[in-house]
C-alpha cells in the first residue's frame, strides 16, 4: 500500500479503567500474527522505529534501562524508560516518562489478541492517546502483513484521520457502560 492511499482500519475495543495514581487506556487489538512476530515489533528497535511513536535506544526485550525518543517531524523528545516485565512473547511492561505501558500478547486461532493498558495520570487523555495508539497499531498491521507504510507520528497524524479518530474514541469512551 502507498502512504497516500492509507486510512485507519475500524475501531478497536477500548475502555478507560481507574487504575493506581490515574487511568488506564485498555487498548485491544487482533493481529494475524503470532506472538512472536508481534513481540519483535513491539522490543525491536529497528521494527519500532518503523510504526512506533518513538526510537528505542536499545531492544526492550530484556528488563532494564533505555530512552524511548518521541518523534515530530525532525524533531525528537527523548525520555527515560524502563523495562520492568520482559516475559517473551507473551508480557512487555515499561516505563515512558510519567507513563506506563503493559502489552499482553495472546496466541488466539487467528494470531494474537494484543492488550495495551497505558496508564495516564487525566482521564480526558484516552481518546488522544486511542487515536494516537490507533493509527500506530493500524502501521505496525501493515508492517507485519509485508506491506509497510512508514511511521505516522506527531503532527503529520492529522493528515491521517487523528481528528477523527480521537472524536470517535471520545465518543466510544464516554458512552454509558451498558
Do not use: N
Not at 481507574?18 to 487482533?30: E, I
Not at 505516522?152 to 451498558?178: N, Q, V
Amino acid at each position: 500500500m502507498d502512504r497516500e492511499s492509507f486510512r485507519p482500519g475500524p475501531l478497536a475495543e477500548v475502555a478507560r479503567v481507574p487504575a493506581d495514581q490515574g487511568w488506564d487506556l485498555v487498548f485491544v487489538r487482533d493481529l494475524r500474527h503470532p506472538p512472536e512476530r508481534v513481540w519483535a515489533a513491539l522490543t525491536e528497535p529497528e521494527r519500532l522505529a518503523q510504526w512506533a511513536p518513538f526510537l528505542a535506544s536499545r531492544d526492550l526485550g530484556t528488563p532494564g534501562g533505555a530512552t524511548l525518543s518521541t518523534v515530530d517531524g525532525d524533531r525528537r523528545y527523548p525520555q527515560q524508560a524502563t523495562v520492568r516485565r520482559a516475559e517473551r512473547p507473551t508480557l512487555l511492561e515499561y516505563t515512558w516518562g510519567d507513563g506506563l505501558l503493559r502489552w499482553e500478547l495472546a496466541r488466539t486461532d487467528a494470531g494474537t489478541r494484543l492488550t495495551l493498558r497505558h496508564r495516564i495520570d487525566k482521564p480526558d487523555l484516552a481518546p488522544i492517546m486511542a487515536a494516537g495508539w490507533h493509527l500506530c497499531l493500524d502501521v505496525a498491521g501493515h508492517l507485519l502483513d509485508g506491506d509497510p507504510v512508514g511511521p505516522i507520528r506527531g503532527a503529520e497524524s492529522t493528515d491521517f484521520g487523528w481528528d477523527e479518530l480521537r472524536a470517535a474514541y471520545a465518543e466510544r469512551l464516554d458512552a454509558p457502560e451498558s
